[in-house]
């Protein structure tokens, strides 16, 4: 008997490894061709770091037209939920990232590199699994918990490393014969990969993002395939990333450790090595600490987050650019209109220790990307957030036309307004645009430095008898609002008023700030005159007289 008869023993009906390898060629792509992917587990749950992979991910396959594909690793049933996948995919699809293969959802795919759900590959890891064993590369093992947990219990006591390693590694060494015999007796058992390594050799590797990197080789004879004939993470990768031809294996750097593994076992299966690249995890400052997001403490680290603050999918796409390269910034503020695709990224460039995640410094870049908004933009995006969040804000757009006109102020512009972040501010910003909700709250306003009842009447009652029209142009506004400051005694100009402060109440601002506080209950607002141009003359007369009436 010999690694054969065992391998057919144990694997009867798998198929020979050519017949896998010629059914998955390698693409035929350009030069430089990124192939990469994105492999969660069907826990329905997005982190922000993961997204943050799948905006590079997209980035370096676009640039290069290369190929991004979504593998679903449930290979760990006990981490699935119900629709798992069909809420990652869609999670990830409110960012605007779309795959080029793999899950579409639960049952259904794309490309022709699958199955890309590994508890569909059951056969095609079997297969590898039983080219090892041929290879003599890997073999049953019969250990049962107890005898594992016993050994562990060993080493620690001893102090050495714990593992299945070396002369630990009790059936390791099991004549074909014997581990035979075991298998037809019916006794349990799982899969082992059989390591060469030695601990006290070192190699070096090569990350992309790391650098070289110095570890000691792998020896532990880990388990490829597990009772329930699913394989481990390890193995799944290495006959994964090989059959879908996957050029850059980009992951978290929780799986640095285990590279001198993987790159054992691509070897004894036979298959090139793809690039490693392995990003730190984004970090949060807490009390001058820095410590990585955290899933259970930081709302932050859900991407629903983002989707339900209503903070736009393309903020939240630049920030994490501008997370993994930090250059974008500049490149963005060199190139204001160009879209995020034209931005060259590099994956070498990523950050060794990782970024620091900064909510203000992302709602700094969304109040910039949100000024760039066309209204027919900012009114649909918005409209959309607010039937799934916020029922009031729904309903004030349901004027579409009215609603436009306010999205229109100080947009489009060469200075366009720069104060909303997220669609949750959108409410608060333009809710005084609208008379229902205006006209039925008090009219207690803060006014500012003229604040005397009597005063603001003079100005309200002077100003509309004598100087509105709401068929002025700009400058013809303002030059009246001055010539009601002239009238009134205030001083036309700021400046004026600065030169000789004690000839004049105020300045021309702060008639105007009676006005804008009338109008809109506000002391900060948008430019005063467009408002009232959306307002127009019925709305204004009526705010104006509620203060008059007081
Ligand atoms: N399923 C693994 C994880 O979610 C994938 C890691 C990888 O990208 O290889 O951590």
């Given at each position: 008997m010999d690694y054969k008869d065992l391998a057919d023993l144990i694997f009867p009906n798998a198929k020979d490894i050519s017949y896998y390898e010629e059914k998955y060629p390698e693409r035929n792509l350009e030069e430089g061709a990124v192939v990469t992917r994105f492999a969660p587990s069907p826990t329905g749950f997005v982190h922000v770091g993961g997204l943050m992979?799948?905006?590079?991910?997209?980035?370096?396959?676009?640039?290069?037209?290369?190929?991004?594909?979504?593998?679903?690793?449930?290979?760990?049933?006990?981490?699935?939920?119900?629709?798992?996948?069909?809420?990652?995919?869609?999670?990830?699809?409110?960012?605007?990232?779309?795959?080029?293969?793999?899950?579409?959802?639960?049952?259904?795919?794309?490309?022709s590199y699958g199955p890309y759900k590994q508890s569909k590959r059951a056969d095609i890891y079997q297969a590898y699994a039983k080219y090892l064993i041929e290879q003599g590369r890997a073999y049953p093992c019969f250990a049962t918990p107890e005898e594992l947990e016993e050994m562990r219990k060993k080493q620690e006591a001893a102090k050495i490393r714990t593992g299945y390693y070396g002369v630990w590694a009790t059936y390791r060494n099991l004549s074909v014969e014997e581990a035979a015999e075991k298998i037809k007796a019916g006794k349990p058992y799982i899969i082992r990969f059989k390591s060469m390594g030695s601990e006290e050799k070192k190699i070096r590797h090569h990350d992309v993002i790391k650098g070289n990197i110095d570890f000691p080789e792998n020896d532990q004879d880990i388990v490829i395939i597990k009772a329930d004939g699913l394989p481990t993470y390890h193995f799944a990768h290495a006959v994964d990333d090989h059959l879908m031809r996957v050029t850059h294996v980009i992951r978290s750097?929780?799986?640095?450790?285990?590279?001198?593994?993987?790159?054992?076992?691509?070897?004894?299966?036979?298959?090139?090595?793809?690039?490693?690249?392995?990003?730190?995890?984004?970090?949060?400052?807490?009390?001058?600490?820095?410590?990585?997001?955290?899933?259970?403490?930081?709302?932050e680290a859900a991407v629903s987050y983002y989707h339900e603050e209503g903070i736009p999918a393309k903020s939240v796409?630049?920030?994490?650019?501008?997370?993994?390269?930090?250059?974008?910034?500049?490149?963005?503020?060199?190139?204001?209109?160009?879209?995020?695709?034209?931005?060259?990224?590099?994956?070498?460039?990523?950050?060794?220790?990782?970024?620091?995640?900064?909510?203000?410094?992302?709602?700094?870049?969304?109040?910039?990307?949100?000024?760039?908004?066309?209204?027919?933009?900012?009114?649909?995006?918005?409209?959309?957030?607010?039937?799934?969040?916020?029922?009031?804000?729904?309903?004030?757009?349901?004027?579409?036309?009215?609603?436009?006109?306010?999205?229109?102020?100080?947009r489009g512009n060469s200075k366009p307004?720069?104060?909303?972040?997220?669609?949750?501010?959108?409410?608060?910003?333009?809710?005084?645009?609208?008379?229902?909700?205006?006209?039925?709250?008090?009219?207690?306003?803060?006014?500012?430095?003229?604040?005397?009842?009597?005063?603001?009447?003079?100005?309200?009652?002077?100003?509309?008898?004598?100087?509105?029209?709401?068929?002025?142009?700009?400058?013809?506004?303002?030059d009246k609002m001055k010539d009601l400051a002239d009238k009134l005694g205030?001083?036309?100009?700021?400046k004026e008023y600065k030169q000789n402060q004690e000839a004049y109440p105020g300045h021309v601002g702060d008639i105007s700030t009676v006005l804008r506080v009338s109008l809109t209950g506000r002391q900060n607002t948008p430019d005063l005159y467009e408002i009232m141009q959306v307002l127009g003359t019925e709305s204004i007369q009526k705010r104006v007289n509620r203060i008059l009436e007081k």
């Open positions: 992979q799948c905006v590079i991910n997209r980035q370096l396959t676009k640039q290069t037209n290369g190929v991004f594909l979504l593998r679903i690793e449930d290979t760990d049933q006990k981490r699935e939920i119900e629709n798992g996948v069909s809420q990652i995919v869609n999670a990830i699809k409110d960012f605007g990232i779309e795959f080029d293969e793999g899950m579409i959802n639960e049952t259904e795919e794309k490309g750097d929780e799986w640095v450790s285990s590279i001198p593994l993987h790159l054992e076992l691509f070897k004894a299966l036979g298959f090139k090595t793809p690039k490693y690249c392995h990003y730190a995890p984004i970090l949060k400052e807490e009390d001058g600490k820095k410590r990585k997001i955290s899933k259970r403490k930081d709302p796409c630049e920030y994490l650019m501008n997370i993994g390269n930090s250059n974008f910034e500049g490149w963005r503020r060199a190139n204001p209109d160009l879209p995020m695709s034209e931005f060259k990224f590099e994956i070498n460039k990523m950050s060794v220790s990782g970024a620091i995640f900064d909510i203000v410094k992302l709602l700094d870049v969304s109040k910039n990307v949100i000024s760039k908004y066309t209204k027919e933009q900012m009114y649909n995006e918005v409209l959309e957030w607010a039937n799934r969040y916020d029922e009031e804000l729904a309903s004030l757009l349901s004027n579409k036309e009215y609603s436009l006109k306010i999205f229109g102020i100080e307004r720069k104060d909303i972040a997220k669609w949750s501010d959108v409410k608060d910003a333009i809710i005084y645009m609208y008379d229902d909700k205006f006209l039925s709250q008090n009219a207690d306003f803060e006014y500012a430095k003229i604040n005397n009842l009597e005063e603001i009447k003079k100005i309200l009652s002077l100003y509309m008898e004598k100087y509105f029209d709401i068929n002025d142009d700009k400058q013809t506004w303002f205030y001083a036309r100009e700021v």
